[in-house]
């Protein structure tokens, strides 16, 4: 049986890894009655897909493995196929882009994009572009494709960047991207909007919006020390982005990806131990999906609730300590120095996922290759992606239905920094607003949902106690 999971287990990473579609929320139609459609079937909704008679086919063992709409995996080879396939799964930023350019909120407004660039990336600048915004896009050494990057410069949209910089020269492409002179940045890991104001070039900014946790803490720490100088969308905060792309998006494809990196290096993540480090969002997905494949997980966690709810939710929790020697280590924290050389020397295998620069306490020059995105750190663990964001470094980053939710958000942002007249800080993005995405990404899938009705509404706008109901009203009752 061991085989024949390894085998479903590969299917569904295959769909995911060629096409960079989510499995959660997706349906899926399984063909054949042998152990491994078995397999796929119990799998998929422990994935947190939906099993059915259409959307995507698995047929195991025939010519075609995986079809889409009756048809075999269309051929994403090139940057163009990848960046026009990212396009035509992304209905929701479609149609709040539609939005701002019926609105001509964005005709000449100069935004800057300073994020990871892929396909998906690509598509919000186009976005913003063809809704009459001047856009340009930078992305650090390590964080661009240079074929997306191509892709765009053909379709007339500016890219900085250079995968050859590092050091000063690095620093200095990034400021004269900023003295491009844009009205609003849109940034992953606040460094952009930080430079900006390091070097002075804050001045011209309308504002702001920001992707991550890790950027939003350092702003958060400028605005209580006043030094921040512009309005910024809480991008990460909204619901419709933590609450899909930190649980969903980056679980699957960071377990994926891990779990393509060790395959091709004969080592299965299945039963071996897993511990993950942080339970927020990002850990969660993390614990999930590896649960999923089939991996003994624990979570070490230093928020008391978190691990609480760790523990409720049924997995082992302790020091890092203590779990680590031996085991399968992912860091889920987004913080630098999570994984220190203790854990490096103890550890079998580690792992980033969604991370920033040094979460991994290692020294590069200790590094020695032991396979396609694998080296030996040492005489310690097995280091995946040199410790840096493993579903980037060596995959496609989060499925494309996923990122279509968070910049679905920041364009929602644009809208926000251009009309609500912000001050200088940091700004929750709109609950309406939120809410107004998740009925358009309904709608993206034909899906209806309930509606309180006018008993309920009315009761809950009466504000005195049911329970203690006056005389009076008890006759009216009878």
Avoid at 309 to 324: K, S
Avoid at 351 to 367: I, K, R
Avoid at 412 to 420: D, H, N, P, S, Y
Wanted: glycine share 10%; charged share 20%.
């Amino acid at each position: 049986m061991t085989e024949q999971r390894v085998t479903a287990e590969r299917l569904v990473r295959r769909f995911a890894r060629e096409t960079n579609l989510l499995v959660a929320g997706r349906a899926f139609a399984v063909h054949g009655d042998d152990a491994v459609a078995d397999e796929l079937r119990r799998l998929i909704p422990a994935l947190g897909g939906h099993l059915g008679d259409s959307g995507v086919t698995f047929a195991p063992g025939e010519t075609h493995e995986i079809l889409i709409d009756g048809a075999p995996l269309p051929a994403r080879t090139s940057a163009e196929a990848r960046v026009d396939s990212a396009g035509a799964h992304m209905p929701v930023s479609a149609l709040v882009a539609a939005r701002l350019r019926e609105e001509g909120l964005v005709r000449g407004i100069r935004i800057g994009i300073a994020m990871v660039l892929e396909p998906k990336t690509a598509q919000l600048a186009l976005l913003l572009r063809d809704a009459g915004a001047e856009v340009a896009v930078y992305a650090h050494p390590d964080e661009l494709d240079v074929d997306v990057a191509r892709v765009l410069r053909a379709r007339g949209i500016p890219v900085d960047g250079d995968p050859a910089l590092a050091g000063a020269a690095e620093r200095a492409a990034a400021i004269a991207f900023l003295r491009r002179g844009f009205d609003l940045l849109l940034d992953d890991g606040s460094h952009l909007i930080r430079l900006a104001h390091e070097e002075g070039l804050a001045g011209t900014l309308r504002g702001a919006a920001e992707e991550t946790t890790s950027g939003l803490t350092p702003l958060r720490v400028m605005q209580r020390e006043g030094l921040l100088r512009i309005p910024v969308i809480a991008v990460n905060d909204a619901a419709m982005k933590t609450s899909f792309d930190n649980r969903y998006g980056t679980g699957q494809s960071c377990v994926f990806a891990i779990a393509d990196v060790l395959d091709a290096a004969g080592i299965g993540l299945r039963d071996q131990p897993a511990v993950v480090i942080g339970y927020g969002p990002v850990g969660e997905g993390v614990a999930a999906h590896l649960r999923a494949l089939g991996a003994e997980i624990a979570v070490a966690e230093t928020d008391p609730v978190r691990a609480l709810r760790a523990a409720h939710d049924g997995f082992r929790i302790g020091p890092l300590a203590e779990l680590a020697p031996g085991a399968l280590v992912i860091s889920a924290t987004g913080a630098p120095h999570t994984v220190d050389a203790a854990t490096l020397r103890a550890a079998r295998i580690v792992a980033v996922a969604g991370g920033v620069p040094g979460e991994v306490d290692v020294d590069s020059s200790s590094l020695v290759s032991a396979g396609e995105h694998l080296d030996h750190a040492g005489d310690g663990a097995l280091l995946i992606a040199r410790g840096g964001c493993v579903n980037l470094a060596a995959a496609e980053g989060n499925p494309i239905e996923i990122m279509d939710l968070s910049f679905a958000v920041q364009l929602g942002a644009v809208e926000q920094l251009l009309t609500a007249g912000l001050a200088a800080g940091v700004h929750a993005f709109p609950a309406e607003a939120d809410a107004a995405i998740a009925q358009a990404a309904l709608a993206a899938r034909g899906d209806r949902i309930d509606r309180r009705s006018t008993a309920q509404v009315e009761a809950q706008a009466d504000w005195r106690s049911p329970r203690y109901a006056s005389a009076g009203d008890e006759g009216a009752q009878a």
